[in-house]
């Protein structure tokens, strides 16, 4: 297959195309390189697929409308995977006109490309971040998802409804994939498990939210390329007696679909504290904080759609994954445990 993954040089992305690479599939990777977080680690990441002779890598913003439809019409990919985001809930607290470029401007960019320049299947990221204030668990795609508690799940629920005009419209097949709280190696450093890592390992305190008491569905990052890799080619049909009295919110008249992937599994935060001081070999000195603007109790996927459609399901525990986290960190820092 010829794949276009936008984000490439990110943490899902980077992942993704490098189990896509090693089955043979043509990868052409997009990527803006921004300084969001430590662009030598996005570096790192491309180092790696760059190995891969079945790999092409362009640095491009998808704002940039010109560039992008000349790297379609160029390369022609029969699917498009949009990992590129301006990620982050507390940043977009701090700067909104970032998300409104990248989450907004840059995905209807790709949605004119895949409209001017067909494709099988349109994948994108989207967030558990949707599900705001929802208190019904665990989180169905099923669910209202009208209350947003940030921006940046603005710009996401936005995302779902864009590319809902255009399969009806044009139709495209697409694909929205609600990510719970992804972690793993090469990770994003804006991320709690990674930043604690840092500051336990060098004798900093670390801030514990809400006192300790959320939850959170950790998804180890193999999990999420698994379940994506697996929809690429499960293609949503149009279902043209949809009726949304009786029918699931998640499917439409169109060629549309969402899904959760997440561990169906939520971690009470101390626990996933007390998982990475045991991987460490180290107790964190903590300090007990309110609640956050735009954070959220709990999240709890529903994957019963992934379980029915592709029979899978996410596994991995979070001591796993942590632990497989912790020895990466040690290496790529050059740290000791």
Not at 69 to 90: C, K, M, T, W
Request: charged residues 25%; glycine residues 6%; aromatic residues 12%.
């Amino acid at each position: 297959m010829k794949i276009l993954v936008t984000g490439a040089a990110g943490f899902i992305g980077f992942h993704l195309s490098k189990r896509l690479l090693q089955e043979d599939n043509e990868i052409i990777g997009l990527d803006n390189l921004n300084d969001y977080y430590d662009p030598e680690l996005k570096k790192s990441r491309l180092e790696i697929l760059n190995q891969y002779q079945n790999f092409t890598f362009h640095k491009m913003d998808l704002k940039d409308k010109k560039e992008l439809d000349a790297l379609f019409e160029s390369h022609r990919p029969d699917y498009v995977i949009n990992l590129a985001a301006q990620a982050g809930v507390r940043y977009s607290i701090e700067n909104p006109y970032a998300y409104v470029d990248s989450n907004l401007i840059g995905f209807m960019n790709i949605l004119e490309a895949c409209r001017n320049y067909p494709v099988k299947h349109l994948l994108y990221a989207s967030s558990s971040s949707v599900y705001g204030g929802n208190k019904v668990a665990p989180f169905s795609t099923n669910h209202n998802v009208d209350h947003p508690v940030s921006l940046y799940a603005a710009t996401k629920k936005s995302n779902e409804l864009m590319a809902h005009t255009y399969s009806h419209l044009y139709g495209i097949p697409t694909t929205g994939l609600r990510f719970f709280t992804v972690y793993g190696p090469y990770g994003r450093p804006d991320m709690a498990y990674f930043s604690f890592t840092k500051d336990i390992l060098e004798g900093k305190s670390i801030k514990v939210y809400n006192h300790g008491k959320m939850e959170r569905d950790f998804t180890y990052i193999d999990d999420i390329v698994e379940g994506i890799r697996k929809l690429i080619v499960h293609v949503p049909e149009a279902n043209k007696d949809w009726d949304e009295s009786k029918d699931d919110l998640s499917s439409s008249f169109a060629p549309y679909k969402i899904y959760n992937i997440g561990n169906n599994n939520p971690v009470p935060l101390m626990r996933f504290i007390n998982a990475l001081e045991a991987a460490l070999g180290k107790e964190a000195d903590k300090i007990f904080m309110d609640m956050q603007p735009g954070d959220v109790l709990r999240t709890y996927a529903d994957v019963s759609d992934l379980e029915k459609e592709i029979s899978f399901k996410p596994g991995t525990t979070i001591e796993e994954g942590l632990k497989r986290f912790v020895d990466w960190y040690l290496t790529y820092y050059n740290v000791e445990g």
